[in-house]
């Protein structure tokens, strides 16, 4: 029978598809929360601000050149990177003089399955960048581990032919993070809160532009 919550602790039962067979375990929600809020506060007080003002520095300097930036990544990161290209294209060129040039590669979902079954899914978005990018443009992508085969593919492309590649990593660093221009790079390495971090960063850089910091 189901336990009543109380203050200290929270009983889930797990409803499996066998008869008389169930699991149940006992989580100190209260504790465990705050535990996640004090981890996650920690982790965006180490949030580097010397490598964010370098990023900011050059989406300035591309929005200048008329530039094209990129934003990539997978799973939660493939959601950041079309939000971050909304709040670019749109809520922080609505403060400019003239809108920001970015595209996620994460938002044709023809064309990445096309790549992705004709080719291979580590393809998925440099064959994007071989047709849109040029030298000077700038790439930014994320991820936990650093070392997502089709955003290191990409990551490679970019910087054989002269564009610029920032990342948002886990303590794991990876690949992206030893090929990036600038790499900010985040001391954890549960998904959860890099994840939260990764748009918190998003949502600064857009806000930097937003509210004239930038």
Same mark, same amino acid.
């Given at each position: 029978?189901?336990?009543?919550?109380?203050?200290?602790?929270?009983?889930?039962?797990?409803?499996?598809?066998?008869?008389?067979?169930?699991?149940?375990?006992?989580?100190?929600?209260?504790?465990?929360?705050?535990?996640?809020?004090?981890?996650?506060?920690?982790?965006?007080?180490?949030?580097?601000?010397?490598?964010?003002?370098?990023?900011?520095?050059?989406?300035?300097?591309?929005? @200048?050149?008329?530039?094209?930036?990129?934003?990539?990544?997978?799973?939660?990161?493939?959601?950041?990177?079309?939000?971050?290209?909304?709040?670019?294209?749109?809520?922080?060129?609505?403060?400019?003089?003239?809108?920001?040039?970015?595209?996620?590669?994460?938002?044709?979902?023809?064309?990445?399955?096309? +790549?992705?079954?004709?080719?291979?899914?580590?393809?998925?978005? +440099?064959?994007?960048?071989?047709?849109?990018?040029?030298?000077?443009?700038? +790439?930014?992508?994320?991820?936990?581990?650093?070392?997502?085969?089709?955003?290191?593919?990409?990551?490679?492309?970019?910087?054989?032919?002269?564009?610029?590649?920032?990342?948002?990593?886990?303590?794991?660093?990876?690949?992206?993070?030893?090929? @990036?221009?600038?790499?900010?790079?985040?001391?954890?390495?549960?998904?959860?809160? +890099?994840?939260?971090?990764?748009?918190?960063?998003?949502?600064?850089? @857009?806000?930097?532009?937003?509210?004239?910091?930038?």
């Amino acid at each position: 029978m189901p336990v009543p919550f109380s203050e200290q602790s929270q009983r889930f039962y797990y409803a499996n598809p066998y008869p008389k067979i169930s699991i149940s375990f006992e989580v100190p929600m209260k504790a465990w929360m705050q535990d996640y809020i004090e981890k996650l506060k920690s982790l965006h007080d180490a949030i580097p601000s010397e490598e964010f003002e370098r990023f900011v520095a050059i989406l300035k300097q591309a929005h @200048a050149d008329d530039r094209m930036i990129f934003t990539f990544g997978n799973g939660a990161n493939a959601a950041h990177a079309s939000h971050f290209a909304t709040d670019m294209g749109k809520g922080a060129s609505d403060c400019l003089d003239k809108p920001f040039r970015i595209l996620s590669l994460n938002d044709n979902t023809s064309w990445l399955t096309a +790549v992705g079954n004709d080719y291979c899914y580590e393809d998925v978005f +440099v064959r994007q960048l071989k047709n849109y990018a040029k030298p000077g443009d700038v +790439v930014f992508t994320m991820s936990v581990s650093g070392n997502s085969p089709n955003c290191v593919t990409a990551v490679r492309w970019a910087k054989e032919n002269g564009l610029t590649v920032l990342t948002v990593v886990g303590e794991k660093r990876g690949l992206l993070a030893d090929l @990036a221009d600038v790499a900010i790079i985040l001391p954890d390495d549960h998904y959860g809160r +890099v994840e939260d971090a990764q748009i918190a960063i998003c949502h600064m850089i @857009a806000s930097a532009f937003m509210e004239g910091v930038a």
